[in-house]
C-alpha cells in the first residue's frame, strides 16, 4: 500500500472520495493509487493531491524523485506537456510562490496568468515587495507582427485584446518597485516563464493558440544547458525591448 498517501488522507481527515472530487478523479482511483504501492498517478493528479494534503509529491510519490534523476542532456526536462493548458494550475502557483529572487513572464500576451491564477496581481506585488524582480515581456498590440498573427489564429479574442488586458493589469501594479514591463516582437512563437531555477517553454504552433502549444517543465541542472539557453534567449528579448510606460512618465 502507499502509506505515506493514506497517512495524508488520514491527517488532512479526507476519505478517498473526498479527495478525488478535489482532485477531478473518480473515487475508485484513488482507492487504487492507496492500494497499488507502485501506481504512479498522472503529474497533473499528483501537483493537485500534493496541494490539497498539504504535503511535498515526492513524500506521496517517491517514485517521482527516482524517476526525475538523470544523467544525459534531458535531465534538466522535469515534466513534458502536449498543451500549455494540460500544466496544473497548482504548479504555475508553486513556482510563483516559491520564487525568491526574479520572476520572468515573457509569453507573446500573458493573458491566461490573469484568469487562471487568483489574485494574480496581489501575489506579484507581494513578490516585489520582498525584494523579487518581476518582468514582463509581452507583444506591442499595434505590430504588424501582432496583426500577422491574429490572421493566423484566427479566433475571435484577438491577440492584441489578449496584450490589452495583461497592460490594463499591470497599470494597476506598475506603481510598485520592482515589476517592469517591456514590448517585444522577437518571441512572437515562443513563450518562457522563469521563475528562479525553474521554467515553463511553450513553443508556438501554427494556426493555433497558446493554450495548445506543447509545454515543457525545465528546472536548472547545469551550465549552459536548456535552461541557460533559454534564459539567455529572454534576456537579449529584454535588453531590444522597448519599456512599456516610457511614454508617459519615462519608467520601466
Known amino acids: 500500500m502507499n502509506e505515506a498517501l493514506q497517512r495524508a488522507m488520514t491527517k488532512a481527515k479526507l476519505t478517498d472520495r473526498q479527495l478525488a472530487e478535489r482532485c477531478g478523479v473518480d473515487a475508485k482511483t484513488v482507492t487504487r493509487w492507496i492500494t497499488e504501492a507502485g501506481r504512479l498517478p498522472h503529474a497533473r493528479h499528483r501537483w493537485a493531491a500534493a496541494e490539497v494534503l498539504g504535503e511535498e509529491e515526492s513524500v506521496l510519490?517517491?517514485?517521482t524523485v527516482r524517476k526525475a534523476i538523470k544523467v544525459g542532456p534531458d535531465r534538466e526536462v522535469v515534466s513534458v506537456y502536449p498543451y500549455r493548458s494540460g500544466v496544473p494550475a497548482a504548479l504555475w502557483r508553486t513556482l510563483i510562490t516559491g520564487a525568491e529572487r526574479e520572476l520572468i513572464f515573457a509569453g507573446y500576451t500573458n493573458y491566461f496568468l490573469w484568469l487562471e491564477q487568483a489574485r494574480f496581481g496581489t501575489a506579484l506585488r507581494r513578490k516585489a515587495a520582498a525584494g523579487c524582480r518581476v518582468r514582463f515581456i509581452v507583444g506591442d498590440?499595434?505590430?504588424e507582427l501582432?496583426?500577422?498573427r491574429e490572421e493566423d489564429e484566427d479566433v475571435a479574442l484577438t491577440l492584441s485584446t489578449?496584450?490589452?488586458v495583461t497592460l490594463a493589469?499591470?497599470?494597476?501594479i506598475r506603481s510598485r518597485p520592482g515589476i517592469e514591463a517591456r514590448f517585444s516582437g522577437g518571441h512572437a512563437h515562443l513563450s518562457v516563464f522563469l521563475f528562479d531555477n525553474d521554467m515553463i517553454v511553450t513553443p508556438l504552433l501554427p494556426h493555433s493558440v497558446g493554450h495548445d502549444a506543447p509545454t515543457?517543465?525545465?528546472h536548472r541542472q547545469q551550465d549552459d544547458g536548456m535552461f541557460d539557453r533559454f534564459a539567455s534567449?529572454?534576456?537579449e528579448l529584454w535588453g531590444r525591448g522597448r519599456p512599456v510606460w516610457e511614454?508617459?512618465?519615462g519608467t520601466a
Open 247 to 249: 511614454e508617459t512618465d
Open 146 to 148: 501582432t496583426r500577422s
Open 61 to 63: 510519490w517517491p517514485a
Open 216 to 218: 515543457l517543465h525545465l
Open 141 to 143: 498590440p499595434d505590430s
Open 233 to 235: 534567449h529572454v534576456e
Open 162 to 164: 489578449r496584450i490589452r
Open 169 to 172: 493589469e499591470l497599470e494597476k
